[in-house]
């Protein structure tokens, strides 16, 4: 199976960024998110949407790798660029 990477937004603020199937329904309020981790402080200067393009900076504080098996409350998926993934994943 495919999987792509995503940013993912909560109700609760949460920002996070993993894996998820390429099937994935992207309108649904939940979905389970694999090799995921949190944004603790965005640490950007172009806020969330740096997050998607370019990744976590120097200045960004993001929790250890996770599966999440469901992440409820979702309210936004975002597409992650390779290289913002690569940053995520250091």
Do not use: Y
């Not at 998820?20 to 389970?32: E, G, K, R, S, V």
């Amino acid at each position: 199976m495919n999987m792509n990477h995503v940013l993912v937004t909560t109700k609760h603020r949460g920002v996070f960024a993993g894996e998820i199937p390429d099937d994935q329904d992207l309108t649904a309020q939940a979905m389970p998110l694999t090799n995921a981790r949190m944004a603790i402080r965005f640490g950007t200067t172009r806020g969330l949407m740096q997050l998607c393009e370019t990744g976590p900076t120097a200045q960004s504080k993001i929790s250890a790798p996770a599966d999440i098996p469901m992440l409820h409350d979702i309210t936004a998926v975002f597409a992650i660029t390779d290289e913002a993934w690569a940053a995520w994943t250091r």
